[in-house]
């Protein structure tokens, strides 16, 4: 069993930045890719970026340019790091970890751009 808790989220005024960091506890040897999603109130959950275990990067349209995703095998945390932050980023933050057999899921972050 994984297990994945993620942090980092709160109010940033537009403009702004925040990392969010998910730790993952159990064995990670399946994993081939672990990712981040958002889901905002009334809309379904999305893509916001993925990396592969060979750290190919893929970001959704909307946060190409501003948003980073970055994993520390040795501490066994994705990262990701937003910048330029604008009011339509603001949702709730799932970390995904993905092995041939199922998906994982966090509880979420909540991140809020508002000034």
């Known amino acids: 069993q994984l297990q994945l808790v993620e942090s980092g989220g709160g109010l940033v005024q537009p403009g702004g930045s925040l990392r969010l960091s998910c730790v993952a506890s159990?064995?990670?040897?399946?994993?081939?890719?672990w990712g981040w999603y958002r889901q905002a109130p009334g809309k379904e959950r999305e893509l916001v970026a993925l990396i592969t275990s060979r750290d190919s990067t893929n970001y959704a349209d909307s946060v190409q340019g501003r948003f980073t995703i970055s994993r520390d095998n040795a501490k066994k945390t994705v990262y990701l790091q937003m910048n330029s932050l604008k009011p339509e980023d603001t949702a709730v933050y799932y970390c995904n970890a993905k092995i041939p057999t199922r998906n994982y899921w966090g509880q979420g972050t909540q991140v809020t751009v508002s000034s």
């Open positions: 159990g064995s990670m040897s399946s994993i081939y890719a």
